[in-house]
């Protein structure tokens, strides 16, 4: 298990797409303020809020259980900056602070690291795989709600242009590749498990959640416009449902109980658009009932949205929408399962984790308790 420069350059690639994303985001809702669309805006600034607050939450109690396990008292400056929501800032300066360290003079000097107490590759690719998951967090429950937004600011509007489209395309693809470099860095991180390589996994895998997700989205804007009101406590209601899955699983991936019930939360959210596997369990059955369930919801709103056709949609957009939602759901069903049939790393068997002078390698880490698959 080795932090590479390869690795390395993705990581600066990473803080690179945070912040455009960032500035991205304060764009879109001063864009909103300026062409009197308040409403949008508040919203916009509402899922910026929720995602980072919740983001900087988990970071800075990840920080306290890091020095608490390195014996260190926990320092009041690391609050101060998750305060003032400079956690992910702090984080990436220490990863790629560290990471250039192993990456480019640890390369050079291979042997040094098994003199020490704790191997560097291993703490690094940790702290990326901690960056990794938290930008999952913050994807989900801040771009998922934008997402659904712009669809229904495009389609209330009976036509887009194409930077609209483009728009949502590039969305929906970021959203999907949080969910590939994460799956990516935890398979990295755990040296029991299989990593995820080659183009053909990572990209089947990228087109299932790509298509899965989009068809979602789009299913949940027709239920916007069918009843507000409706889709909304549907929306609350499969929150709901995800936290008593969470609960009921009895996750334990937060080492106090408050965060551990954050964490239950955050889970029930991201359940609402993709399926999570919240304790590293076997998901073949929950899995199939998740998708069973989301296709005859999606059956259901098309039958629903034939019957009672709506008058915002003209002829040019009623057909197009309703074929791209089975298509796509149809498409992402397929990926799954060639994904899991032929590319998932499990079809092989588990490594073991290698041994240096006879002291097992690592594997003490706060990712061990679960997957996402």
């Known amino acids: 298990m080795k932090y590479t420069k390869s690795n390395f ?3 600066v690639l990473g803080i690179i797409i945070y912040i455009t994303d960032l500035i991205v985001d304060i764009w879109v809702s001063v864009r909103f303020f300026h062409e009197g669309q ?3 805006g508040v919203l916009t600034v509402c899922f910026m809020l929720f995602g980072t607050l919740v983001v900087q939450c ?3 109690s990840w920080f306290k259980a890091d020095l608490k396990k390195a014996g260190l008292e926990s320092q009041h400056c690391f609050l101060l900056l998750h305060c003032l929501q400079g956690g992910i800032f702090t984080r990436y300066w220490f990863a790629l602070k560290n990471g250039y360290n192993v990456a480019f003079k640890y390369s050079s000097r291979t042997d040094n690291f098994l003199e020490e107490k704790i191997d560097p590759h291993k703490e690094v690719i940790d702290r990326v795989t901690d960056l990794s998951m938290l930008r999952l967090f913050e994807t989900y429950l801040e771009g ?8 229904y600011i495009c389609l209330e509007h009976g036509q887009g242009n194409i930077s609209q489209y483009a728009a949502i395309m590039v969305s929906c693809c970021a959203i999907s590749w949080s969910t590939v470099d994460y799956q990516i860095a935890l398979r990295k991180s755990l040296p029991d498990k299989n990593t995820l390589t080659g ?3 990572k990209s089947t895998y990228f087109f299932y959640k790509f298509f899965t997700l989009l ?5 949940v804007v027709v239920l916007l416009f069918l009843n507000v009101n409706i889709a909304l406590c549907l929306l609350l209601f499969l929150w709901f449902l995800g936290i008593l899955w ?4 009895q996750t334990q991936f937060c080492a106090s109980i408050s965060m551990e019930f954050l964490y239950r939360i955050v889970v029930g959210f991201i359940l609402i658009f993709t399926f ?4 590293g369990q076997n998901t073949k059955c929950p899995m199939s009932c998740y998708y069973i369930v989301r296709v005859l919801a999606t059956l259901g709103t098309l039958i629903v949205l034939w019957i009672c056709p709506l008058s915002i949609f003209n002829s040019d957009y009623f057909l197009p929408i309703s074929i791209i939602i089975a298509l796509t759901l149809l498409l992402g069903i397929i990926f799954l399962i060639v994904y899991y049939g032929t590319c998932h790393p499990t079809r092989s068997e588990e490594t073991k984790p290698d041994e240096i002078d006879g002291k097992p390698v690592q594997i003490d880490c706060r990712m061990k308790y679960f997957l996402m698959e």
């Open 9 to 11: 350059m993705m990581s």
């Open 38 to 40: 308040y409403v949008f």
């Open 58 to 60: 988990f970071s800075y």
């Open 144 to 151: 998922c709600p934008q997402l659904v937004l712009q669809l």
């Open 199 to 201: 183009p053909c996994p």
């Open 215 to 219: 068809s979602w989205m789009l299913n």
């Open 246 to 249: 969470a609960f009921k699983k």
């Open 276 to 279: 999570f596997n919240i304790k």
